[in-house]
């Protein structure tokens, strides 16, 4: 395995920095401050820079008007949106995208894909279950109905739901089958029920009732939901990893300043050692994360499957963002809790990243399991 990143994947790095350097976290009102979602949409000013410097199909193939990136190119860009909290839902929207190429059928990437690309056509992913605790892909039942299929289920906190145009939904036949369906927004049956992430984001609890699909609209494709999982999982670890350094960066900077008995507050032992600490989570959290990162970008084999890379992964993310986030409002002291300073906002933000697809008791069991299957020898 090697770390070295290629130029390629360098420059989508570098543009997203050029895109993301003027987002303000802290111009989005705090969760906190507000009876409902801190907005009614996504950052759509944006989402077209986003398109517009071509990182909205880093991983598309150049017929569809994409760079033909990888997954490692995916995380570096989304590690940059995180440093800003950048609402959009990039890490949703390219994932269903690379799914649709690399799953779906000739028709649906020709229908799709470059519109994606461009940003024209929003996608996202139902990827929470019902409850949020159970398998997504046991949420919703996928049954034949002539030459389509018939859709009945419900999935919790899907992100990005009132703004998407399509909704990827895993759905069971019966069995151990699972079937990803491309539902539109506005087709009958479609209900949303207005959810409130702890980031102040609008999710959806979206019911489909009868929902009838054409057959191009169903990807049947055995282990497409598990590569979808594995690359949204991936992708939600470079998000904590981009918000953790940046709150660490922000609690080196105040405790630099902050003076106490004279001195600053980062010349005490008992701050530098707890910062000590998250930096050594963070680089923790990079290795793990560009391991699991790796494995799908090069289908690489491994003394487990890439489920066990991303759990792994993930495991580190979600504690790691959330032992940085509680460092850094312990450090900041009463300053940290004051909702008209970022810090709040990347504090909600670290728990949202925390529980997605799953907590770390989640990935942890799935690990068990694992190895139980492939003992390592």
């Known amino acids: 395995m090697d770390f070295t990143f290629t130029e390629e994947q360098r420059a989508a790095a570098e543009a997203a920095r050029g895109v993301f350097a003027g987002v303000a976290p802290d111009a989005v009102p705090s969760p906190a401050l507000t009876t409902g979602a801190v907005a009614e949409g996504f950052d759509q000013e944006l989402w077209r820079r986003i398109g517009g410097a071509d990182l909205l199909g880093l991983l598309l193939d150049e ?59 929003v996608l996202t992913v139902a990827g929470s279950g019902r409850s949020g605790h159970d398998p997504a892909g046991l949420a919703v039942t996928a049954r034949r109905d002539g030459t389509g299929w018939l859709l009945e289920g419900v999935q919790t906190a899907v992100p990005w739901a009132y ?127 560009w391991q699991a990162a790796w494995r799908i970008a090069s289908g690489a084999p491994g003394a487990l499957p890439v489920s066990g890379d991303v759990a792994v992964a993930k495991i580190w993310a979600a504690d790691g963002v959330r032992r940085v986030v509680q460092t850094a409002q312990h450090l900041h002291g009463g300053f940290g809790a004051d909702t008209d300073y970022a810090l709040h906002r990347y504090h909600a933000w670290a728990k949202h990243l925390e529980l997605s697809l799953g907590p770390a008791a989640a990935y942890e069991e799935a690990l068990g399991d694992l190895l139980a299957a492939h003992p390592l020898s």
């Open 63 to 121: 017929g569809y008007g994409g760079a033909g990136l990888d997954a490692i190119a995916l995380c570096l860009v989304l590690r940059e949106s995180a440093r800003v909290l950048a609402r959009v839902p990039l890490l949703e929207h390219s994932a269903a995208a690379a799914l649709v190429q690399t799953h779906g059928t000739k028709e649906l990437r020709e229908r799709l894909l470059s519109r994606a690309g461009r940003g024209e056509v």
């Open 163 to 289: 703004d998407a145009d399509l909704v990827v939904v895993p759905a069971h036949t019966g069995g151990d089958r699972t079937v990803l369906a491309l539902v539109p927004r506005e087709r009958d049956g479609v209900v949303l029920a207005e959810q409130i992430s702890t980031t102040g984001e609008r999710l959806a609890e979206l019911r489909l009732r009868a929902v009838r699909l054409d057959a191009a609209d169903v990807i049947e494709a055995d282990g497409a939901w598990e590569w979808l999982h594995a690359l949204l999982a991936t992708g939600t670890c470079a998000l904590a990893l981009g918000l953790g350094e940046q709150v660490l960066r922000m609690t080196s900077e105040y405790t630099g300043k902050r003076e106490q008995f004279g001195y600053p507050l980062a010349t005490f032992q008992a701050v530098a050692v707890q910062a000590a600490d998250r930096y050594i989570d963070l680089r923790a959290m990079e290795a793990t994360l």
